[in-house]
């Protein structure tokens, strides 16, 4: 007997119970199966595009630090390079080693974050976010020794960052690194293998490589896609050229390849920190630039590779204290655009897990 | 390291397969007629040796006589990097022709574009507001916004 | 796969949705140009002479301020550091507030951690007329008080007290846990006070 069943369009959010920000879906499904997904974002539009043009460039890097909320010293990172490139500014070695200390921690914070909510999507509900957390702790732990902060550091500055590292830093982080790998093998021990996630991510929201590279993804989504592409090593920014570290790469381009791809940059970025702790030279961590650097006429696009993708701020100056255009390239807006093809065709409850596994920030996909 | 080619070689290799697209060429850049821009496109994602099949980002610039719109294109498999830009002139409909067909990665960016500065892009299949809401008036990110 | 051939795709595309969204918007922007009052007559002395607090108000307020529970509202970075009070380290179960729930219905306290745009108020404005009676509401973070860092933007609301009433307002960018926690004491205390005869 065939029931006749007719498409109908279903909300889901903004407002939903699991971390990832206010996003809108509105499904059209036919009975559980989806048929078509419209994506509403802008509920986080704070307008800093237009804030930035009315600040000097020291001042736009607190603003910086609110777009990707939960990665703020690479948001701050990025934008400070692109202001060194537009201006012609250097910073110090010391400086630069400290960027890349930061920067790598706040990836493995970030990814534990982004692991810790896809597994609470896929209905391991609070445990591994709970660990995660802990773990996450150590490392808020550190920035707040180093800027102050728990969450929006404002540390980096053109031409170096803001202060050197109190003496107490140092062993806390050698504490932490060796660590973070049992950690790391602890947890994949209770997961790796596990049926439930298995069933629930292998296979689900498949992206295809030339999908990928179509719809400008980038980041673990591209990696676990079987596209080797990471800004660290294809165009390598700051010192990260001296660092060795490996590029971990999916094949399949689902969930579970997703998942993978970040367990194991937290293991290579624990990599890059010892390398860099053991190299850290002595000297000053900042230039000698006003703070109301003013770069000559132009324009300068400088990228980073941040937790969720490529960074990248597009900054045109009139050779004022203030930029003229500020343009942030989001990589969660962009990773946002392959949710329809991975979507259509499963169900309600994986939809929420595939939106997990791109892993966003709605500050940045609003800004 | 990603080579940023120079706007001047990849003119003359425009030029010959499309006379008069190229306004001017720079060391940075390459700036081209609003009307060619699509071909132009094409050709660059599709031509031997150049293969710019990943575009980085979008973004809408307002000179105060023109509009101008800058595309960041990358290719992946040569690891370089060229920068696109097309002009629109008069600030009453400001179009341009929409590059969704060859990069679906220009979908929400060229939405944004329109919706923050008001420029149209033709051929897009879903242009409507997307970060502001529907009935928002004016184009915030113009420099002649008047908030209050 | 060309995204000509897949323009019909769009089965619902609502303009219409889209439109009346937007007419909502556009109408609680117009009605909240003044903030609301906060809700405080109980600190007004006159009325304080003339109660008395009986044994079942204690009871009734030690009842309600120990389990208070929090519904979902979880805009911008703040809710980072309410999720961080939440989870391991600064445990807020050992005030009876673990559970977050997803239904406003069974939620009586709203923690606004984020910023506040026009597009997002008339959904929050919805959440908290779907709490039942009492409910509260901490302001957490300056974006909620006042609009914070973004106060001057042509889309932020400067201060969740626009369209809700708010009982406790903490300060911060964002808010340590320790001060949240703080908050959510001096929320209690107000609880404390609160008497059957005069609800407020």
Same mark, same amino acid.
């Given at each position: +007997?065939?029931?006749?069943?007719?498409?109908?369009?279903? *909300?889901?959010?903004?407002?939903?119970?699991? $971390? @990832?920000?206010?996003?809108?879906?509105?499904?059209?499904?036919?009975?559980?199966?989806?048929? !078509?997904?419209?994506?509403?974002?802008?509920?986080? @539009?704070?307008?800093?595009?237009?804030?930035?043009? /009315?600040?000097?460039?020291?001042?736009?890097?607190?603003?910086?630090?609110?777009?990707?909320?939960?990665?703020? +010293?690479?948001?701050?990172?990025?934008?400070?390079?692109?202001? &060194?490139?537009?201006?012609?500014?250097?910073?110090?070695?010391?400086?630069?080693?400290?960027?890349?200390?930061?920067?790598?921690?706040?990836?493995?914070?970030? @990814?534990?974050? =982004?692991?810790?909510?896809?597994?609470?999507?896929?209905?391991?509900?609070?445990?591994?976010?709970?660990?995660?957390?802990?773990?996450?702790?150590?490392?808020?732990?550190?920035?707040?020794?180093?800027?102050?902060?728990?969450? $929006?550091?404002?540390? +980096?500055?053109?031409?170096?960052?803001?202060?050197?590292?109190?003496?107490?830093?140092?062993?806390?982080?050698?504490?932490?690194?060796?660590?973070?790998?049992?950690?790391?093998?602890?947890?994949?021990?209770?997961?790796?293998? *596990?049926?439930?996630?298995?069933?629930?991510?292998?296979?689900?929201?498949?992206?295809?490589? &030339?999908?990928?590279? *179509?719809?400008?993804?980038?980041?673990?989504?591209?990696?676990?896609? =079987?596209?080797?592409? #990471?800004?660290?090593?294809? #165009?390598?920014?700051?010192?990260?050229?001296?660092?060795?570290?490996?590029?971990?790469?999916?094949?399949?381009?689902?969930?579970? !390849?997703?998942?993978?791809?970040?367990? /194991?940059?937290?293991?290579?970025?624990?990599?890059?920190?010892?390398?860099?702790?053991?190299?850290?030279?002595?000297?000053?961590?900042?230039?000698?630039?006003?703070?109301?650097?003013?770069?000559?006429?132009?324009?300068?696009?400088?990228?980073?590779?941040?937790?969720?993708?490529?960074? =990248?701020?597009?900054?045109?100056? #009139?050779?004022?204290?203030?930029?003229?255009?500020? @343009?942030?390239?989001?990589?969660?807006?962009? *990773?946002?655009?392959?949710?329809? /093809?991975?979507?259509?065709?499963?169900?309600?409850?994986?939809?929420?897990?595939?939106?997990?596994?791109?892993?966003?920030? +709605? =500050?940045?996909?609003?800004? | 390291?990603?080579?940023?080619?120079?706007?001047?070689?990849?003119?003359?290799?425009?030029?010959?397969?499309?006379?008069?697209?190229?306004?001017?060429?720079?060391?940075?850049?390459?700036?081209?007629?609003?009307?060619?821009?699509?071909?132009?496109?094409?050709?660059?994602?599709?031509?031997?040796?150049?293969?710019?099949?990943?575009?980085?980002?979008?973004?809408?610039?307002?000179?105060?006589?023109?509009?101008?719109?800058?595309?960041?294109?990358?290719?992946?498999?040569?690891?370089?990097?060229?920068?696109?830009?097309?002009?629109?002139?008069?600030?009453?409909?400001?179009?341009?022709?929409?590059?969704?067909?060859?990069?679906?990665?220009?979908?929400?960016?060229?939405?944004?574009?329109?919706?923050?500065?008001?420029?149209?892009?033709?051929?897009?299949?879903?242009?409507?507001?997307?970060?502001?809401?529907?009935?928002?008036?004016?184009?915030?990110?113009?420099?002649?916004?008047?908030?209050? | 796969?060309?995204?000509?051939?897949?323009?019909?795709?769009?089965?619902?595309?609502?303009?219409?949705?889209?439109?009346?969204?937007?007419?909502?918007?556009?109408? %609680?922007?117009?009605?909240?140009?003044?903030? %609301?009052?906060?809700?405080?007559?109980?600190?007004?002395?006159?009325?304080?002479?003339?109660? %008395?607090?009986?044994?079942?108000?204690?009871?009734?307020?030690?009842?309600?301020?120990?389990?208070?529970?929090?519904?979902?509202?979880?805009?911008?970075?703040?809710?980072?550091?309410?999720?961080?009070?939440?989870?391991?380290?600064?445990?807020?179960?050992?005030?009876?507030?673990?559970?977050?729930?997803?239904?406003?219905?069974?939620?009586?306290?709203?923690?606004?951690?984020?910023?506040?745009?026009?597009?997002?108020?008339?959904?929050?404005?919805?959440?908290?007329?779907?709490?039942?009676?009492?409910?509260?509401?901490?302001?957490?973070?300056?974006?909620?008080?006042?609009?914070?860092?973004?106060?001057?933007?042509?889309?932020?609301?400067?201060?969740?007290?626009?369209?809700?009433?708010?009982?406790?307002?903490?300060?911060?960018?964002?808010?340590?846990?320790?001060?949240?926690?703080?908050?959510?004491? %001096?929320?209690?205390?107000?609880?404390?006070?609160?008497?059957?005869?005069?609800?407020?």
């Amino acid at each position: +007997m065939v029931i006749k069943t007719e498409p109908f369009v279903v *909300n889901i959010g903004p407002a939903h119970p699991s $971390t @990832h920000g206010v996003f809108r879906m509105r499904a059209t499904l036919d009975g559980e199966v989806i048929l !078509d997904i419209e994506p509403v974002f802008g509920y986080l @539009h704070r307008g800093i595009e237009k804030l930035a043009e /009315e600040r000097t460039y020291t001042q736009i890097i607190p603003l910086t630090d609110r777009l990707d909320y939960l990665a703020s +010293m690479s948001n701050n990172l990025a934008y400070v390079l692109a202001v &060194e490139k537009l201006a012609g500014i250097a910073a110090p070695e010391r400086a630069e080693y400290l960027r890349v200390i930061m920067a790598e921690l706040q990836r493995i914070a970030s @990814h534990l974050i =982004g692991v810790g909510a896809f597994l609470n999507d896929c209905g391991a509900f609070m445990t591994p976010i709970l660990y995660m957390i802990r773990e996450r702790e150590k490392i808020l732990d550190l920035f707040e020794m180093v800027s102050g902060q728990r969450l $929006t550091y404002n540390y +980096m500055r053109i031409g170096g960052v803001s202060h050197d590292i109190p003496e107490e830093f140092l062993p806390a982080l050698d504490k932490f690194i060796k660590g973070m790998p049992g950690f790391i093998d602890e947890y994949d021990q209770l997961l790796q293998e *596990n049926e439930i996630l298995l069933a629930r991510s292998k296979g689900v929201g498949i992206l295809s490589g &030339e999908q990928a590279i *179509n719809i400008s993804a980038s980041g673990p989504v591209l990696r676990a896609s =079987g596209i080797k592409w #990471d800004i660290r090593k294809v #165009d390598p920014y700051s010192i990260y050229d001296r660092f060795e570290f490996e590029m971990p790469t999916g094949s399949a381009g689902d969930c579970y !390849d997703r998942y993978r791809v970040r367990v /194991e940059e937290m293991r290579q970025s624990v990599r890059i920190l010892k390398q860099a702790v053991e190299k850290l030279p002595p000297g000053e961590v900042r230039s000698e630039v006003s703070h109301l650097v003013r770069p000559p006429a132009g324009e300068a696009y400088g990228h980073i590779e941040s937790p969720r993708g490529e960074l =990248g701020f597009y900054l045109v100056s #009139d050779n004022s204290i203030a930029p003229y255009r500020f @343009h942030v390239r989001a990589p969660s807006l962009l *990773n946002l655009t392959a949710l329809r /093809e991975m979507v259509v065709g499963w169900k309600v409850a994986d939809v929420l897990a595939i939106f997990g596994s791109i892993d966003i920030c +709605m =500050g940045e996909v609003d800004r | 390291m990603t080579v940023a080619l120079s706007g001047g070689e990849i003119a003359a290799r425009l030029e010959e397969r499309f006379p008069g697209s190229v306004v001017e060429s720079g060391q940075d850049s390459l700036l081209v007629k609003s009307e060619s821009l699509r071909a132009a496109a094409g050709f660059l994602k599709t031509a031997p040796g150049l293969e710019f099949d990943y575009l980085t980002a979008i973004t809408g610039v307002d000179y105060y006589d023109y509009f101008e719109v800058v595309y960041q294109l990358t290719s992946i498999r040569h690891n370089h990097s060229l920068v696109v830009k097309a002009r629109c002139y008069g600030r009453g409909n400001p179009a341009l022709p929409s590059v969704v067909s060859l990069w679906q990665g220009a979908d929400f960016q060229e939405r944004e574009i329109y919706d923050l500065m008001g420029i149209r892009f033709e051929g897009h299949p879903n242009l409507k507001r997307i970060v502001l809401w529907d009935g928002f008036t004016g184009y915030p990110l113009r420099k002649d916004y008047l908030q209050w | 796969m060309e995204i000509e051939e897949r323009a019909g795709l769009y089965i619902y595309s609502d303009t219409q949705l889209d439109k009346e969204e937007g007419e909502r918007i556009e109408a %609680l922007k117009a009605s909240s140009q003044q903030p %609301l009052p906060d809700p405080d007559r109980w600190l007004d002395e006159e009325l304080r002479r003339h109660i %008395l607090l009986t044994s079942v108000d204690a009871v009734l307020n030690w009842a309600r301020r120990s389990s208070l529970w929090p519904v979902v509202c979880f805009p911008a970075c703040c809710a980072f550091e309410f999720i961080t009070t939440a989870a391991s380290r600064f445990d807020i179960s050992r005030f009876g507030m673990e559970i977050i729930r997803g239904s406003p219905r069974q939620a009586d306290l709203m923690i606004t951690a984020g910023t506040l745009t026009w597009k997002m108020a008339p959904q929050v404005r919805r959440i908290y007329d779907q709490m039942a009676e009492p409910k509260w509401v901490i302001a957490m973070g300056a974006c909620a008080i006042s609009g914070g860092i973004f106060a001057s933007s042509y889309s932020v609301v400067p201060g969740y007290s626009r369209i809700i009433p708010v009982d406790v307002y903490v300060p911060g960018c964002p808010p340590r846990p320790e001060a949240l926690l703080y908050g959510i004491r %001096l929320m209690q205390d107000k609880i404390a006070k609160r008497s059957i005869i005069t609800e407020d």
